[in-house]
């Protein structure tokens, strides 16, 4: 079988027919619209369409363009808000806690004054023993603040407790609602003896005992008990709570019932120490 022969066009040869070709279209093109009109249809249908779709395109990734441009320009202006928002709390909660400060101080100033005929020194809670209440804790003045045991601390208008230990530069005082604590009490208005009796647990009500009244005694609810003057350790006409609902006890001799407290024992945060022992 017999190979055909191959026919080879060179590059010259390539580019001398399609030059031929478009003088002869250019030529055509002069005389006759025959050859522009079908070029007009080929690009409607397919250039038109393609520079829509490229059109289209752009508008699209533009939008996008501008959509992250406003939203990274949206994020750095809130987190300048929020930076601003942080600040500006802050700079509340600093108000906040003097305004805070300014009233418990102006509480203690007023404090200070009502019992005016006792020399007192300032301290300031600095520990106390786990649970809610405070009714162990740890002040910031010790033994070189003249603070010795047996001293009478109060706040909020009345009796907190007593100095139990003394340190160099610091002092334990033990509440008047502490299990382990009596203090001789007395009504204000008929200078009728009691006994108050701390008790954690109760003061989870808010309360904690007053007891043994004599029995013909009258004693109303909102009554106030102070210091008696029979204490052996705590200083006469400390304020230390009102009474409520006493009764009879089952030896018709006495009567009980409950206390509570002027003090607040769970927010203590300044105490005054009086210097004058019993």
């Known amino acids: 079988m017999k190979k055909l022969p191959s026919v080879s066009i060179s590059s010259k040869q390539w580019l001398t027919g399609i030059t031929i070709v478009c003088v002869l279209l250019m030529g055509i093109s002069l005389f006759t619209d025959q050859i522009a009109v079908p070029m007009k249809r080929i690009a409607s249908v397919i250039v038109i369409p393609m520079q829509k779709g490229i059109n289209d395109i752009g508008t699209y990734v533009y939008s996008k363009y501008t959509l992250l441009k406003d939203f990274s ?69 010790g033994s070189k603040d003249g603070i010795e045991v047996d001293m009478n601390v109060i706040a909020d208008g009345g009796l907190v407790g007593i100095v139990t230990d003394v340190g160099e530069n610091y002092a334990i005082v033990r509440t008047i609602i502490d299990d382990a604590n009596n203090v001789s009490g007395m009504l204000i208005n008929s200078g009728a003896t009691c006994t108050v009796e701390g008790s954690l647990s109760l003061m989870d009500s808010g309360y904690i005992y007053v007891k043994y009244f004599k029995n ?60 004058d022992k019993k």
């Open 216 to 275: 013909d005694t009258d004693v109303r609810d909102g009554d106030k008990v102070v210091t008696s003057n029979i204490s052996s350790k705590y200083v006469e006409g400390i304020l230390i709570g009102y009474v409520k609902e006493v009764t009879t006890d089952p030896n018709s001799l006495t009567k009980s019932g409950y206390l509570i407290p002027v003090v607040d024992f769970e927010h203590l945060q300044e105490v005054l120490i009086i210097l």
């Open 73 to 141: 320009r949206i994020s750095e202006e809130n987190l300048k808000l929020k930076e601003e928002i942080a600040k500006l709390t802050e700079e509340n909660s600093q108000l906040s806690q003097n305004k805070y400060e300014l009233e418990r101080l102006r509480e203690l100033y007023e404090l200070d004054d009502k019992y005016a005929n006792y020399n007192k020194t300032a301290a300031r809670v600095i520990a106390k023993e786990a649970g809610n209440w405070y009714s162990v804790f740890t002040i910031d003045k």
